[in-house]
């Protein structure tokens, strides 16, 4: 019954990382995969989060959480993204869940739609990540892009976009990004972002804002202004979130996903159909992960150190930006000023296919086919290597193609 089957193309992200991975040179450089590393190239734990693992290890109990998780994490959570004083949670119109990272609360959210018959076709940014079209796709939904990035691929093409959205029919659904537009590193302005919502409004299209960098871009506050802008502004959307980047836990598979309703009669009726989803797809989420970020959250001390470190890691990328972009501009007559104006993690480079394949082939430093590079695989061993090494390829690729 399983000969028929064919291989799989490798995940273009995940894939090039194995790669990486077999790739025995010892001065190769890893810009692949999404994850903070600190200067010696190691992914480091918050000590509040070490000192959250401290206080519940003794204390974690074996049952099955709810369908839904702990109700105490997603309230948390979602104060994180609206604020505490939100009218969302005085009114009651508001359906939170714990999930399975980012990326399983995106599939609640795809399998609740398409459960619901709320709508049958997504529109996304292109680019987009790269999962995006698939976990939309594997629920049975339609996706669809509208425009994102300029002509150069180095900027906002906002004309574009607002007139692509201006002709997207009523009752679809528009996913987004909240902040560090992942590949592109490319956000709206915040003028930008309240003319993109009030099309959204005009046009009576649902907004699923996908957050998952929170705090990596210009600040915990400023990096959920699109949320809380939608929240303030629009009777229903869906926000995604995930605390693998900003508590570093990518292996505890930690997320949330906030349903905003119309009123709480709605908000309960929707809490019972996606309580419906999350049991038909993994039954009910584990505890530790989400009690880690609950113990930080809910004490003082603790969610304030957490913040002066998430700051401080933002504030390095930020550092690593603008050296990267300033020795760039030293050694190569090619423009790549725009990478310092990016926010977040995540580069679009500028460098093409061709280029990216020669980087890693004869030098070792890996970047995503399109491009894209995770800055904060960069430090102070490989910056100047890095630079170099696209300094010499750049310049054989416009010599070969002039």
Not at 187 to 198: E, L
Not at 256 to 263: I, M, Q, R
Not at 283 to 290: D, E, L, T, W
Not at 342 to 360: A, N, Y
Request: with cysteine; hydrophobic share 40%.
């Amino acid at each position: 019954m399983f000969e028929h089957l064919t291989t799989a193309p490798d995940d273009p992200i995940l894939g090039l990382n194995e790669k990486f991975k077999q790739d025995q040179r010892p001065h190769r450089v890893n810009l692949i995969v999404g994850v903070y590393q600190d200067e010696t190239g190691e992914i480091p734990e918050f000590q509040a989060v070490s000192e959250a693992r401290r206080r519940i290890n003794t204390n974690v109990k074996a049952n099955y959480l709810g369908i839904d998780g702990d109700p105490a994490y997603s309230k948390l959570a979602s104060e994180l993204l609206l604020g505490a004083e939100s009218p969302r949670f005085r009114t009651g119109n508001w359906v939170a869940a714990q999930s399975l990272g980012g990326t399983g609360g995106l599939r609640v959210v795809a399998d609740f739609l398409a459960r619901c018959q709320v709508t049958t076709t997504i529109w996304h940014t292109n680019p987009t990540w790269v999962n995006h079209q698939s976990i939309f796709n594997a629920a049975g939904l339609q996706t669809k892009a509208f425009p994102y990035l300029d002509a150069a691929g180095k900027g906002l093409d906002f004309v574009g976009m607002l007139a692509a959205l201006e002709q997207i029919p009523s009752g679809d659904a528009v996913l987004l990004h909240g902040c560090c537009h992942n590949p592109t590193g490319v956000d709206p302005s915040p003028d930008q972002w309240q003319a993109i919502i009030d099309v959204l409004k005009q046009r009576r299209l649902l907004p699923i804002l996908d957050c998952a960098y929170q705090g990596f871009g210009d600040g915990l506050e400023a990096d959920v202004l699109a949320c809380r802008l939608v929240s303030q502004q629009m009777d229903e959307a869906v926000i995604v979130q995930s605390f693998s980047k900003n508590f570093s836990l990518y292996n505890q598979r930690v997320g949330a996903v906030l349903f905003l309703t119309k009123d709480q009669l709605q908000a309960n009726t929707l809490r019972s159909q996606v309580k419906a989803a999350i049991r038909a797809n993994y039954s009910n989420p584990p505890q530790y992960g989400a009690a880690l970020v609950r113990t930080v959250l809910a004490d003082t001390e603790l969610r304030a150190n957490w913040q002066n470190e998430l700051e401080s890691m933002r504030l390095r990328i930020a550092t690593l930006r603008r050296r990267f972009s300033a020795s760039l501009q030293e050694k190569c007559d090619h423009d790549f000023s725009h990478i310092a104006k990016q926010s977040g993690m995540f580069s679009f480079s500028g460098l093409t296919p061709e280029q990216v394949t020669h980087l890693r082939d004869e030098f070792g430093i890996y970047f995503v086919g399109n491009g894209r590079m995770n800055v904060a695989g960069l430090n102070e061993s490989n910056l100047e290597v890095t630079t170099r090494a696209i300094a010499e390829v750049v310049g054989r690729c416009a010599v070969s193609a002039s």
